[in-house]
């Protein structure tokens, strides 16, 4: 099941150097544990349309829900679609294998929150196997 190994890959087009981001969602977004970089999310607005893409490496979870262990990110990104804003979060989706993994992001200031949607379904599979619900990972602007 793609969501118990956690591989998610995000990227899209990076900024200039010195050019201030369209919207606070725009440029390349990273999540570090114990200094490994496993999640890239690349964000882009043009003509008020959000794309993107992204790419993380395995994850392995505390019983709590925080992270225990990562692998680092592929440098391939995958695209993001279906992205929609509800407010302060952006959501999007993915497609990994035969399955379409959700995401939802909320900038906060110089950071942003970015946090698996999960099915009652994948919820319940979760429960069954004992896999904690990811808590939601910070992401800096690199």
Do not use: C
Not at 133 to 138: G, M, S, V, Y
């Amino acid at each position: 099941m793609p969501l118990l190994a956690l591989l998610v890959t995000l990227g899209a087009a990076t900024l200039q150097a010195g050019q201030a981001p369209a919207t606070k969602y725009d440029g390349t977004w990273i999540a570090q544990f114990e200094g490994t970089t496993w999640a890239v999310l690349e964000l882009r607005t043009a003509n008020g349309a959000v794309t993107g893409r992204i790419s993380t490496g395995n994850i392995e979870m505390n019983m709590d829900g925080t992270l225990k262990h990562v692998e680092p990110a592929p440098k391939d990104l995958s695209p993001i679609f279906d992205v929609r804003q509800r407010g302060a979060v952006i959501a999007f989706s993915r497609k990994e294998g035969d399955d379409t993994e959700q995401f939802e992001m909320e900038v906060k200031g110089a950071e942003a929150e970015l946090r698996f949607v999960l099915t009652d379904e994948i919820r319940r599979e979760f429960a069954s196997e004992g896999v904690p619900i990811p808590k939601p990972f910070q992401l800096k602007r690199r």
